[in-house]
Nanobody
């Protein structure tokens, strides 16, 4: 598995922005992405991106969040705009293997949006 180091979480007011980063310990040729988990709720997909730049977003973030990646830096980003209190939670970076099971998870970074 690959080691993932996230950064960029914090406290922001509703309507504000944050940018999350996740650096991988080696080159990634597969899907990278972000999940989140609010207190008392199940973990849910936020967005994913292939090495070639194809993206997939959960409906609740479309038009507000943008996922991108820098393959040379082995890093995936999540630009979050127009944040809402319901976006509060722990955001986890993921990397899927090219074949088979064994998804890698970051340690998570807290995002808190105040109303």
């Amino acid at each position: 598995q690959v080691q993932l180091e996230e950064s960029g979480g914090g406290l922001v007011q509703a309507g504000g922005s944050l940018r999350l980063s996740c650096a991988a310990s080696r080159s990634i040729f597969s899907i990278m992405g972000w999940y989140r988990q609010a207190l008392g709720k199940q973990r849910e997909l936020v967005a994913t991106i292939t090495r070639g730049g194809d993206t997939n977003y959960a409906d609740f973030v479309k038009g507000r969040f943008t996922i991108s990646r820098d393959n040379a830096m082995n890093t995936v980003y999540l630009q979050m705009n127009n944040l809402k209190p319901e976006d509060t939670g722990v955001y986890y970076c993921i990397v899927d293997p090219l074949l088979g099971p064994g998804r890698s998870w970051g340690q998570g970074t807290q995002v808190t949006v105040s109303s």
